[in-house]
Nanobody, 126 residues
């Protein structure tokens, strides 16, 4: 059974940074991609970025391009999301999800990844 563990969230001041991690277990090989999403209270889920573990390909939503950076470590089966220049609108629960490819349809819709992690809370506040 595939399991995804998101971690690294916390409380950060505006302008600060955080690095989120998504660890994947129960899956063999590198033919998969990890997407990062977030959901703020009272708002719809928003796709942020994805990373292909197979070829290192990436995609970013316009809303985070230039502020967030996604990367991966095959040896650790872990994908990271570096969050920079955070502001209060970035406050949300951040989720990672596993799919077979990193594609705009995964982040922007309508494709829904098959496996989801439990989420990690990011709070940006002074």
């Amino acid at each position: 059974e595939v399991q995804l563990q998101a971690s690294g969230g916390g409380l950060v001041q505006p302008g600060g940074s955080l690095k989120l991690s998504c660890s994947v277990s129960g899956f063999t090989g590198d033919d998969y991609a990890i997407g990062w999403f977030r959901q703020a209270s009272g708002r719809e889920r928003e796709g942020l970025s994805c990373f292909s573990m197979r070829d290192g390909g990436t995609f970013y939503a316009n809303s985070v391009m230039g502020r967030f950076t996604i990367s991966g470590d095959k040896a650790k089966n872990t994908v990271y999301l570096q969050l920079n220049r955070l502001n209060e609108e970035d406050t949300a629960v951040y989720y990672c999800a596993k799919d077979v490819l990193c594609d705009p349809s995964v982040i922007l819709g309508p494709r829904d990844p098959g496996s989801w992690g439990q989420g990690t809370q990011v709070t940006v506040s002074s």
